[in-house]
């Protein structure tokens, strides 16, 4: 069974930093290419970064270049984004996310909440 389980979510202030975890099993993770995407309240899930399968490309968001970090350890079978001076607009359900091909799977999301 596919699982992806993120961790790490929480309340932060502005200006603040925090590091979610993404555990996955179920299939060939250093297979994937793995992301991290988030939804805001009302609005479009969006993707926030992304990373290949070997950890050699990465691509993010212009909202999020140079605050954001996306990294993988193959090893581990997880996936992270360290986040650093947090924005209020920032707020949002962050999901893990893997693809292959046409495999596409989702974890469950995890609550980040900005405060201003």
């Known amino acids: 069974e596919v699982q992806l389980v993120e961790s790490g979510g929480g309340l932060v202030q502005a200006g603040g930093s925090l590091r979610l975890s993404c555990a996955a099993s179920?299939?060939?993770?250093?297979?994937?290419?793995m992301s991290w995407y988030r939804q805001a309240p009302g609005k479009e899930r969006e993707l926030v970064a992304s990373?290949?399968?070997?950890?050699?490309?990465?691509n993010s968001a212009d909202s999020v270049k140079g605050r954001f970090t996306i990294s993988r350890d193959n090893a581990k079978n997880t996936l992270y984004l360290q986040m650093n001076s947090l924005k209020p607009e920032d707020t949002a359900v962050y999901y893990c996310?893997?693809?292959?091909?046409?495999?596409?799977?989702w974890g469950q999301g995890t609550q980040v909440t900005v405060s201003s």
């Open positions: 179920g299939f060939t993770f250093n297979s994937y290419v």
């Open positions: 996310n893997s693809r292959l091909y046409n495999l596409n799977y």
């Open positions: 990373i290949s399968s070997t950890s050699g490309t990465t």
